[in-house]
Every structure is written in structure tokens, then in C-alpha cells.
């Protein structure tokens, strides 16, 4: 990495700062004085004999006095305006009182001029220039009307010396002013160019084109500086990332700010971040400011990031491919299990001695748990893994909870909880999977009768609200935490104490989550602790028709 010198000058055409001129208030002050002193000098001496004369010598005194008190160090711009303004009224009145260039004063018309020399600026040297000429018109009207006053020529030649002495002064003044500005402007192009140079990265000046004008700073590995004033900045770029940079400059030409990332053409395992925005403006033709850093360590994290998410998505992907085919395999010799059990509690081949009487029954009951068990592994590994399909169809979706609440029944009378059913009178259509509707309702209500104590009850609804099939499973149960609710229906996540938990696996309410989602609908759960849970399922899969809602019927 080196530190180039730069082609041309970044700062050409910046506005310098204004530059002080002390001896600008000490100019007015001694001019003030001098018209003050020669008028009376003049008067006294008796070489004044109209009045007219005395007066505009003082009245030209005004605008020193005026640049005085307005001038100080560090004045605003402004100030400058308002005393050659000044110095304009003053040299028109003048010439009007004493006849112009034909008059004793006539050389107090180019004063106007002699001060915006001092003062600086072209403009202002026009403005005075124009006030000149206004001033000595004002005096030729005035002396072609009334005539030139009587004066000695001693005072046109003491104002006439007095003049050329402040215009001369005034010279040098604005001389040295220049001398100084640019001065200034060197000193500050060489500091902005150190500190330019100092950078940690590099900062390129280049034109629409991309050719390099000044480069200063750093360079990142990979980009050397020479090449770039050689092919320019699109020549080191590597040929897939060129119509990103394009882009970036075309963005920073109509005036925007645009930031993009590239390899660089001879390092390809690089990566350079490039800021690119306007220089003086934008428009064809303008210059760009190209910022450009080492951003390799940030890429290589990024793609280390993305080469964990990619294999963390892979992990997760076999694990789901893994408990598919577990659970498939599983499942086969456990219904066998469950068969034969069947058969030994029937007593389909004979009487068993007493000592096994209860072991066909606790075969049975544990082999059915663990075939429950592996389906919800199944169906949400399925899910995880995108393969569930839904089967919808059109159906009466009274059926498929009315199913459910049939299997579960057996279970809520034997632990003594009431479980009631209020469906539709009416059929109620929609188009479902209606394995999965009866899944859903038998998760909730399946969850609501284990947490449910005795003399509890557990109620089912089924209603339609527009296009929405909402089942709601309600019960009077021991309810569940707030910070609990939240996590419940990911999978394996339970609330409640050990006891609770140890009643579950807590993939019910994960799977209803996710076959409500494959509906396009949600699961919405509300508990209060004592008190008991509402868990509801609104679906956007009810057929809407031209009839009265259907009235709702105690099952």
C-alpha cells in the first residue's frame, strides 16, 4: 500500500474563506479624518468661499466614519455592501452639491471606485464603478443647471491629491489582501491534502467515466493506485461486479450517494467497499469523491455466517428427515405390538392363567400412547420438512369435530370432567382437510381434559363469522401463566409443574399451530391461572352463501 500524489487539486473551484484585512477600518478612519481636517484647514484659510464646498468635504467624510464602526474583524460579508453603499450616496450628493468633474471637489467622484478596490471583490469593484459614473452625471446636471461653484485651485488640487492618496493606499491594501488569500488557499489545500493522505482508506476523484483525476489515502490490498490512473477505477474492477459500480456512479451523478462492494480484478479473494456521491454538484460531466476500504475481513464473516445458516438448515433438514423415517419404522412393528395385545385381552385362543390377566391391558394402553405419540412426531416432522399436504375438500365440518369429541368422550367421563358441544343446527360447509380438523379437535380437546380436575367441565363451539370457521375449545382448568402462553405451540414446549408436564409431550397445541397455518389461519390461546383456557381456531375456509347465518345447537 502507498500513498499516491494526487493529479490535479481536489479543492479547485471551493469557495476560500473570507480573508481579514486589518488595515481596512484603519483606510476609513484616516480618510474620515483627513476630510474633516482639510475642510477645516481650507475653511480657515479662507480659500473655501461657498459653503456647499465645506459641506460635501464633510459629507464625504461620512462613509470612513461609517467603515469605522461597521468594519471590525470578522464582520459578516454583508458589512462590506452596506459601507460601499454608503460610499455611493455619499460621492453622488457630493458631486451634486459642488458641480461634478467640473467642480472644485470633482475627484470625490472616483472615490466610490478607490473603495471598492479596498474593499475587494469584483462585483464590487462593477458597483463601484457604476456609482462612479452615476456620481459624475449627477454633477454635470447640476453645473449645466446652476453652474460650477467658485473655488480656489488650491482645493481641487488638495482634494485631488487627498484622493489619489487614498486610492493608492487603498491599492495596496487589496494587494496584499490577494496576496494573503492565496496564501490561505495554499495552506489549506496542503492541510486538506495531508489529512486526505492520512486516511485509512483510499479516497479517489474521478469523472463520469471513471477515470481517476487525484487519488489520496491508502490504498486497500488488492487495488493498487498506478493501474487506476492508467485503466481507471472500472478496469480494476472484476467483470461480474462492474454493473454494481456503474450503477453507483450513474446514482451519484443525478445527486444521490450510492454504496456497493467488489473484487477487485487481480485479487478475486478480496472485497473492496466503495462509497461513491457527488463532487461540486451533480450532472453529466461533474466529478465524483470514490471512497474505497478494505472490506474482506467483513465479507469473510458474512459467508462464514452464511456457510453456518446453510449447515445448520441441513442439520435441521436431516434431523426432520431422520424422525419421518424413524417414526415410519417405528410405527409398523408397534401396531403389530398393539394387534396382538388385542387379541390376548379378546382371549381370541383361550382363557390366560390370572397372573397375566392385566398385562394384555397395560400392552394395550402403553402401545396406543406411544402410537399417539409417534404420529404427532410424524405429522409435524412432516411439516417441518414442507410435506404435509392438505387433502381439502368440500365437508360439512360438523363431522370431523363431531368424530373427535366421540373418541374423547370415553376419556373425559372416565376422569369425571363434563364435556359439552354447542354445533350448528345446520350444515355448515367448507373446504378442509378434514383428517386435519378432526386432528386439531382432538389436540385441543384432548389438552383441556388432561388440565382439567375433576368435576371440571370442557366446552366445544363451532360457528362461522363470514369467510372464518372459528372452533373454540374452552375449560375451567388450573389455566396457564402469561410468560407460559407465549411459548406454548412450538414443539416440546409445556407449561404447568413437573406433574403437569409429565402428561404430555407438547406437541399438541405445535401441531394445531401448524395445521391452522397450512389452513392460512391461527390458533389464539387465553388463560388465566385458577381459572381456566380458551383456545380458539379461525380458518378462512367457510363456503359463503346467500342464507341466514346457521343458529348454533347444544350437542
Same mark, same amino acid.
Given at each position: 500500500m502507498t500513498e499516491p500524489a494526487a493529479h490535479s487539486s481536489p479543492l479547485q473551484g471551493s469557495t476560500p474563506e473570507p480573508v481579514p484585512q486589518p488595515g481596512l477600518s484603519v483606510w476609513h478612519a484616516a480618510w474620515a479624518s483627513a476630510c474633516v481636517l482639510l475642510a477645516l484647514v481650507l475653511r480657515v484659510a479662507g480659500l473655501i468661499a461657498d459653503?456647499?464646498?465645506?459641506? $460635501?468635504?464633510?459629507?464625504?467624510?461620512?462613509?470612513?466614519?461609517?467603515?469605522?464602526?461597521?468594519?471590525?474583524?470578522?464582520?459578516?460579508?454583508?458589512?462590506?455592501?452596506?459601507?460601499?453603499?454608503?460610499?455611493?450616496?455619499?460621492?453622488?450628493?457630493?458631486?451634486?452639491?459642488?458641480?461634478?468633474?467640473?467642480?472644485?471637489?470633482?475627484?470625490?467622484?472616483?472615490?466610490?471606485?478607490?473603495?471598492?478596490?479596498?474593499?475587494?471583490?469584483?462585483?464590487?469593484?462593477?458597483?463601484?464603478?457604476?456609482?462612479? #459614473?452615476?456620481?459624475?452625471?449627477?454633477?454635470?446636471?447640476?453645473?449645466?443647471?446652476?453652474?460650477?461653484p467658485a473655488a480656489s485651485p488650491v482645493v481641487a488640487a488638495s482634494v485631488a491629491l487627498l484622493t489619489a492618496g487614498a486610492a493608492a493606499w487603498g491599492a495596496r491594501l487589496a494587494g496584499r489582501t490577494r496576496e494573503r488569500?492565496?496564501?490561505? =488557499?495554499?495552506?489549506? $489545500?496542503?492541510?486538506?491534502?495531508?489529512?486526505?493522505?492520512?486516511?485509512?482508506?483510499?479516497?479517489?476523484?474521478?469523472d463520469p467515466a471513471g477515470r481517476v483525476a487525484a487519488a489520496y489515502g491508502l490504498s486497500p490490498p488488492g487495488m493498487a493506485i498506478d493501474p487506476l490512473f492508467e485503466g481507471g477505477l472500472i478496469a480494476a474492477v472484476h467483470a461480474p461486479d462492474r454493473p454494481a459500480v456503474l450503477s453507483a456512479i450513474s446514482k451519484a451523478l443525478a445527486g444521490g450517494s450510492a454504496q456497493t462492494r467488489? *473484487?477487485?480484478?487481480?485479487?478475486?479473494?478480496?472485497?473492496?467497499?466503495?462509497?461513491?456521491?457527488?463532487?461540486?454538484?451533480?450532472g453529466p460531466g461533474r466529478r465524483l469523491i470514490v471512497q474505497a476500504f478494505d472490506d474482506s475481513a467483513q465479507f469473510a464473516r458474512e459467508a462464514g455466517l452464511e456457510a453456518a445458516r446453510m449447515e445448520a438448515e441441513a442439520a435441521d433438514a436431516g434431523k426432520t428427515r431422520f424422525l419421518a423415517n424413524m417414526s415410519h419404522e417405528l410405527r409398523t412393528p408397534l401396531n403389530a405390538v398393539i394387534?396382538? $395385545?388385542?387379541?390376548?385381552?379378546?382371549?381370541?385362543?383361550?382363557?390366560?392363567?390370572?397372573?397375566?390377566?392385566?398385562?394384555?391391558?397395560?400392552?394395550?394402553?402403553?402401545?396406543?400412547?406411544?402410537?399417539?405419540?409417534?404420529?404427532?412426531?410424524?405429522?409435524?416432522?412432516k411439516i417441518a420438512a414442507q410435506r404435509y399436504e392438505l387433502n381439502a375438500e368440500r365437508i360439512d365440518v360438523r363431522d370431523p369435530v363431531s368424530a373427535a369429541m366421540a373418541m374423547i368422550r370415553?376419556?373425559?367421563?372416565?376422569?369425571?370432567?363434563?364435556?359439552?358441544?354447542?354445533?350448528?343446527?345446520?350444515?355448515?360447509?367448507?373446504?378442509?382437510?378434514?383428517?386435519?380438523?378432526?386432528?386439531? $379437535?382432538?389436540?385441543?380437546?384432548?389438552? *383441556?381434559?388432561?388440565?382439567?380436575?375433576?368435576?371440571?367441565?370442557?366446552?366445544?363451539?363451532?360457528?362461522?363469522? #363470514?369467510?372464518?370457521?372459528?372452533?373454540?375449545?374452552?375449560?375451567?382448568?388450573?389455566?396457564?401463566?402469561?410468560?407460559?402462553?407465549?411459548?406454548?405451540?412450538?414443539?416440546?414446549?409445556?407449561?404447568?409443574? =413437573?406433574?403437569?408436564?409429565?402428561?404430555?409431550?407438547?406437541l399438541g397445541l405445535s401441531l394445531v399451530r401448524s395445521l391452522a397455518e397450512l389452513h392460512g389461519g391461527r390458533l389464539v390461546l387465553e388463560s388465566t391461572l385458577g381459572e381456566g383456557t380458551a383456545a380458539l381456531v379461525r380458518l378462512p375456509v367457510v363456503e359463503l352463501t346467500t342464507g341466514s347465518r346457521p343458529a348454533a345447537a347444544e350437542a
Open positions: 459653503p456647499a464646498v465645506t459641506y $460635501a468635504l464633510l459629507l464625504a467624510a461620512a462613509p470612513g466614519a461609517a467603515g469605522l464602526v461597521l468594519l471590525r474583524p470578522g464582520h459578516p460579508e454583508i458589512r462590506r455592501a452596506q459601507v460601499l453603499g454608503g460610499w455611493a450616496v455619499a460621492a453622488v450628493l457630493a458631486s451634486a452639491m459642488t458641480g461634478g468633474l467640473t467642480g472644485p471637489l470633482g475627484s470625490l467622484a472616483f472615490m466610490p471606485l478607490a473603495a471598492a478596490l479596498t474593499l475587494g471583490g469584483w462585483r464590487r469593484v462593477q458597483m463601484g464603478a457604476g456609482a462612479t #459614473g452615476v456620481a459624475a452625471l449627477a454633477g454635470l446636471l447640476v453645473a449645466a443647471w446652476f453652474g460650477p488569500r492565496v496564501l490561505l =488557499a495554499e495552506i489549506s $489545500a496542503g492541510r486538506a491534502e495531508r489529512i486526505l493522505a492520512s486516511q485509512p482508506g483510499l479516497t479517489l476523484l474521478v467488489f *473484487a477487485p480484478r487481480v485479487a478475486l479473494d478480496r472485497r473492496i467497499a466503495v462509497l461513491v456521491r457527488p463532487f461540486e454538484g451533480a394387534g396382538f $395385545a388385542d387379541i390376548m385381552r379378546q382371549r381370541i385362543f383361550g382363557p390366560m392363567p390370572d397372573r397375566y390377566q392385566t398385562y394384555p391391558d397395560l400392552i394395550h394402553q402403553a402401545g396406543q400412547h406411544l402410537l399417539e405419540l409417534i404420529n404427532d412426531v410424524l405429522d409435524v416432522s370415553a376419556q373425559a367421563e372416565d376422569k369425571g370432567v363434563q364435556l359439552n358441544g354447542v354445533l350448528p343446527a345446520d350444515p355448515l360447509m367448507a373446504m378442509a382437510d378434514r383428517r386435519a380438523l378432526k386432528q386439531i $379437535a382432538l389436540n385441543l380437546m384432548s389438552n *383441556a381434559i388432561k388440565f382439567t380436575p375433576q368435576g371440571g367441565a370442557v366446552t366445544v363451539s363451532l360457528d362461522a363469522v #363470514g369467510p372464518y370457521l372459528e372452533l373454540t375449545v374452552a375449560d375451567t382448568g388450573v389455566g396457564i401463566a402469561p410468560e407460559d402462553v407465549k411459548r406454548l405451540g412450538r414443539p416440546f414446549e409445556q407449561a404447568g409443574e =413437573a406433574a403437569q408436564k409429565a402428561q404430555g409431550t407438547g
